[in-house]
């Protein structure tokens, strides 16, 4: 009987001695939690703060790229697209490019923006420039407003050219001009087809031809 006692008295003691240890180890978890705490807050608050659009205005130089980048098209176009105004200045509500043409005679196939709507400012050289069954001539000066889900293109009609474009909202173009920059040979159909459908547009017909 004696030893019965001593033996439940052991057991209820290791169980004493795990309840102890159970609830430490729980207080040292809650203290390495709660002191992670203000450095996990910090990082997500550092990460939305660089994330942030500028409060203030800035300046792009005539030549120049919003961060020093010219996006060299290939396959679609020669043309070079500048970023003036970023995506990421406007919260993706806007993004603004300076387009180089060097494509006389040339220009995009014919396709559909589903989310953005697209205007162009000529600022040099004549273009050709098709939107929905319409066709319109333009030259300096001249603006075109390009409606999203309405098919559109354009040919450049001089040997070269140059055109503000804006996307509202900017969604993918500026990696859209970032991946075609990045292509060293000649792309075929299906590979410029896929581009375009992987950055939110959809070819819908050939280029413009000069009639």
């Known amino acids: 009987m004696e030893n019965m006692v001593v033996d ?52 792009v130089k005539a030549g120049e790229a919003r961060f020093g980048v010219h996006y060299n098209m290939k396959g679609v176009t020669s043309n070079t697209l500048d970023i003036k105004i970023s995506g990421a200045d406007t919260s993706g509500s806007l993004a603004v490019f300076e387009q180089t043409g060097l494509t006389p005679n040339g220009g995009p196939p014919l396709h559909i923006h589903p989310y953005q709507d697209e205007w162009f400012f000529v600022m040099e050289g004549k273009y050709l420039f098709q939107v929905g069954e319409e066709k319109y001539r333009i030259t300096e000066g001249d603006t075109i407003f ?36 990045l ?17 939110d547009m959809k070819i819908v017909g050939p280029p413009l031809q000069v009639n």
Do not use: C
């Not at 040292?28 to 608050?45: E, G, Q, V, Y």
């Not at 309405?150 to 859209?176: C, N, W």
């Not at 292509?183 to 950055?199: I, L, Q, R, T």
């Open 146 to 181: 390009l409606p999203r889900n309405v098919p559109h293109a354009f040919i450049q009609l001089t040997e070269t050219g140059r055109m503000i474009v804006s996307y509202l909202p900017a969604g993918k173009m500026e990696d859209f001009f970032k991946t075609t920059s």
């Open 183 to 199: 292509w060293d040979s000649p792309p075929s159909k299906e590979e410029v087809a896929k581009v375009f459908e992987g950055h």
């Open 8 to 59: 439940l008295l052991g057991a209820f003691g290791a169980w004493l001695r795990g309840l102890k240890n159970l609830y430490m180890n729980r207080r040292k978890w809650i203290s390495a939690l709660l002191s992670s705490l203000p450095f996990a807050l910090f990082s997500k608050t550092v990460k939305w703060k660089i994330n942030m659009p500028p409060t203030e205005g800035f300046v």
